[in-house]
């Protein structure tokens, strides 16, 4: 790698992705190369993302046939169905897939999704009763059922089959379900363990209507594809990486968004304000949305505004969700506030890992809480809730952390009484009385993978390029990368040779700055930097004295729309001298 920005006003280096001699003038090529796309066919494959070139053959995942004829023989035999789910939009856009496409078949379905504050996550022996006692013959668990041993045996006693689809990772103990469909099993050699929980139950629906089809009773393939605007909203809200097939199942998830065809959808993404679907909006408006009802309470009117056809109750769920959310932002707010000065305690103490606990804090928002206090500090950040006697909280890492791999280790200590995750964030639950066990277990571990050093704030950077270049050419260009997300994100450009020519304030409260820079070929390139006024880098800006100074820009080059013209303009980040 290589720093072109040894310290930027925000004090951070800037480091070139790859340091590899420029294989061409293609700066989308040269972007690829960076992120280890390099051979012409793989960049064909990536610039044209389709569903045909990437979707496998589902048979690929080890015991998706014996899933797929154990769900084809129950359907053929009007045995009812249960699909269980989970609380989050992962959780809940892999029911609906489901629970549509069984509907279209005319199974008699039932569907549940665990309260969050009250069951929790995975299987609970309660919900299992109560679907038995609903003369449930067959249970598809989707986004769950990896951790669910007990409760998979408890399934079996009560006369249920059960077939587990699951993306999480499996314990060393894994149930003794009928089928277990999980690309993270130590036995599989699909190499999709980067799909989604909806991304499998999918590949499971192609692989149950493929024998459906066998014997004269599947649906049409473009009924599947109909839910694909379902399979790219939980792919982009989990935060998989939007690499290999969850990037075809993305890009044409956000054009089948973009036909509007499910109801439900479609009237919130009216409500959200909504025009164009994209990574952006489907993550940053719909997710939380859809997210907000099982963060404060129960996720079903976040799947019955999914499952819907009537329009008045599509639009009573909408807006329902749309106030939840807004309470979701109030309570979120004022927990951040008081996280945010315990955190900074942690910082003062030299900690290389942030633990912050609160009484009766809403366990809803731990995650987003957590990932803020990460960015914030770029440190590895739990945040958690003390209730009753109990300890439930959310972490989310940086790299070099594998966090999933700490609260597992604390797990097999006995610190932890649950827990699970990934890397980069993960899930705990633990006896008050074990809090200061874990808060040191969990600053001990960060500091041996660590190595005893917190890596200094860098911004990796996919290219340089003289700021004149920075046009809508360019931007037409980049567009060929896009979806952007989690493994692929919008490339971060770095722009020399500008002279800052003018900043001033701009927004409703006056938060947000928007210049102009002249470049070394003569013309004038606007920028914003959103949320900058009071902060460090808006200071610089606005200080008059560094009008006309010689400076490098950090950000996004994006295209501008404004009553009907269009041009190039930088969203800015960082700036250097």
């Given at each position: ?389 109990t300890i439930n909280g959310s972490g989310r890492s940086i790299p070099g952390v594998d966090l999933g791999q700490i609260i597992h280790d ?168």
């Amino acid at each position: 790698m290589k720093k072109i920005v040894e310290k930027s006003v925000l004090g951070r280096a800037w480091v070139l992705a790859d340091d590899r001699v420029d294989k061409s003038d293609d700066l989308i090529k040269n972007i690829l190369a960076r992120r280890g796309i390099d051979s012409d066919k793989d960049v064909q494959r990536f610039l044209n993302p389709s569903i045909k070139e990437y979707m496998p053959n589902p048979s690929v995942l080890t015991d998706m046939d014996k899933a797929a004829n154990i769900i084809a023989d129950a359907i053929e035999q009007n045995k009812k169905i249960a699909v269980y789910g989970d609380y989050d939009v992962d959780g809940i856009t892999s029911t609906a897939i489901f629970v549509k496409y069984l509907r279209t078949l005319g199974v008699d379905v039932v569907w549940h999704l665990p309260t969050r504050e009250g069951e929790g996550y995975g299987l609970n022996n309660n919900a299992i009763a109560e679907i038995a006692n609903q003369g449930v013959k067959l249970i598809i668990t989707v986004d769950c059922g990896i951790s669910g041993v007990a409760q998979v045996d408890f399934a079996h006693s009560l006369g249920m089959q059960i077939v587990v689809t699951d993306h999480h990772s499996p314990d060393s103990v894994t149930p003794h379900a009928d089928a277990i469909v999980n690309p993270k099993r130590a036995d599989d050699n699909s190499g999709l363990t980067y799909l989604a929980g909806v991304g499998v139950a999918f590949l499971t629906l192609v692989a149950v209507n493929r024998e459906m089809k066998i014997r004269g009773h599947g649906v049409d393939s473009s009924e599947l594809m109909n839910s694909m605007d379902l399979v790219a909203l939980g792919t982009i809200c989990d935060t998989m990486s939007l690499v290999g097939l969850n990037r075809a199942f993305v890009a044409t998830g956000l054009k089948v968004m973009g036909l509007r065809k499910n109801l439900g959808l479609r009237i919130l993404m009216d409500v959200a304000k909504i025009k164009e679907p994209s990574v952006y909006a489907a993550g940053f408006a719909l997710g939380p949305r859809l997210n907000a009802a099982g963060r404060l309470d129960s996720a079903t009117p976040a799947l019955e505004l999914l499952l819907t056809d009537n329009p008045l109750i599509a639009h009573d769920l909408a807006n329902k969700l749309n106030l939840m959310n807004q309470d979701r932002i109030d309570i979120q707010n004022a927990i951040m506030l008081r996280a945010t000065e315990m955190a900074e305690n942690c910082c003062k103490s030299g900690k290389c890992s942030l633990f912050v606990c609160g009484d009766n804090w809403h366990g809803g928002v731990m995650g987003i809480i957590a990932g803020r206090l990460k960015d914030k500090f770029n440190l590895p950040a739990c945040v958690a809730t003390r209730t009753d006697g109990t300890i439930n909280g959310s972490g989310r890492s940086i790299p070099g952390v594998d966090l999933g791999q700490i609260i597992h280790d604390a797990l097999a200590a006995g610190i932890v009484s649950e827990g699970g995750g990934h890397a980069a964030a993960a899930g705990f639950s633990l006896p008050q009385k074990n809090e200061d066990d874990f808060c040191r277990f969990l600053e001990q571990a960060v500091i041996q993978q660590l190595h005893g050093e917190v890596p200094p704030p860098e911004m990796m950077v996919d290219a340089e390029l003289d700021a004149g270049g920075a046009n809508m050419q360019l931007v037409e260009q980049m567009k060929a990368l896009e979806p952007f997300g989690q493994g692929n994100p919008e490339p971060t450009l770095v722009l020399r040779g500008a002279v800052l020519a003018s900043v001033s304030v701009m927004g409703n409260e006056k938060q947000h700055l928007r210049g102009i820079v002249k470049t070394s070929m003569g013309t004038k390139l606007p920028f914003v930097g959103f949320n900058m006024v009071g902060t460090q880098l808006g200071n610089f800006l606005l200080d008059d004295v560094n009008l006309n100074t010689k400076i490098r820009l950090l950000g996004k080059l994006k295209d501008n729309r404004h009553k009907g013209r269009v041009n190039a303009q930088f969203v800015l980040e960082d700036v250097a001298i």
